[in-house]
């Protein structure tokens, strides 16, 4: 059974930074498409970095150019850096993984991922 634990969560001011971690346990990261998800109060969660088993990256339109997914196979950890931050990103996030291949017209659905972590809160502060 996979298991996913973020990390790295906090509040921060707009324009700040912040750089979460998902450790995966239970089976090796680099078997799965991965990726991290956020969801603010009253909204729907939405996807926002998606890393392909073979190394495809992307991101939602509206935070490209800021944030980056990466992933360290050794140590099983999936990371999201968020630079230039802003109150619009305050929400709860999420990593996701899947062993099936989630598909380009899936990589943003939350239906598509089986395993998920308990999420980790983002703050930003105008």
């Known amino acids: 059974q996979l298991r996913l634990m973020e990390s790295g969560g906090g509040s921060v001011q707009a324009g700040g930074s912040l750089r979460l971690s998902c450790l995966v346990s239970g089976d090796t990261i680099d078997g799965y498409d991965v990726a991290w998800f956020r969801q603010s109060p009253g909204k729907e969660r939405e996807g926002v970095a998606f890393f392909r088993r073979d190394g495809v990256t992307n991101y939602r339109d509206s935070v490209k150019g800021r944030f980056t997914i990466s992933k360290d196979n050794a140590k099983d950890t999936l990371y999201l850096q968020m630079n230039a931050l802003k109150p619009e990103d305050t929400a709860l996030f999420y990593c996701?993984?899947?062993?099936?291949?989630?598909?380009?017209?899936?990589?943003?659905?939350?239906?598509?991922?089986?395993?998920w972590g308990q999420g980790t809160q983002v703050t930003v502060s105008s």
């Open positions: 996701a993984a899947e062993i099936n291949d989630v598909g380009d017209r899936l990589k943003f659905d939350p239906e598509a991922y089986n395993y």
